[in-house]
């Protein structure tokens, strides 16, 4: 059985700093692709940074220079450091592993970034 378990969110002021963890089991880690995914209340889940198995990465546009994603093939862990956050960047956050139809997902961990 795959399963993705995300943890590392919360609350945080604008300007701060959050990592967000994916750690997966079930599957032979090192083989997917990996990608993180975001949700904010009304809006459509949207792509924030993917990271191939030799490790190219991906960002959108709206976090360049301020979210770094990573991976770490030997604790079967994906991260996503997250900087400078902005109230925009307020969503549930989502883990993936691998590409269209052989694609599995985690649960979600809630952003909040307010004062």
């Known amino acids: 059985q795959v399963q993705l378990v995300e943890s590392g969110g919360g609350l945080v002021q604008p300007g701060g700093s959050l990592r967000l963890s994916c750690v997966i089991s079930?599957?032979?880690?090192?083989?997917?692709?990996m990608a993180w995914y975001r949700q904010a209340p009304g809006k459509q889940r949207e792509l924030v940074a993917s990271i191939a198995r030799l490790g190219t990465t991906t960002y959108a546009d709206s976090v360049k220079g301020r979210f770094t994603i990573s991976r770490d093939n030997a604790r079967n862990t994906v991260y996503l450091q997250m900087n400078t956050l902005k109230p925009e960047d307020t969503a549930v956050y989502y883990c993936?592993?691998?590409?269209?139809?052989?694609?599995?997902w985690g649960q979600g961990t809630q952003v909040t970034v307010s004062s």
């Open positions: 079930g599957i032979t880690f090192s083989l997917y692709p």
């Open positions: 993936k592993a691998g590409l269209g139809s052989t694609s599995y």
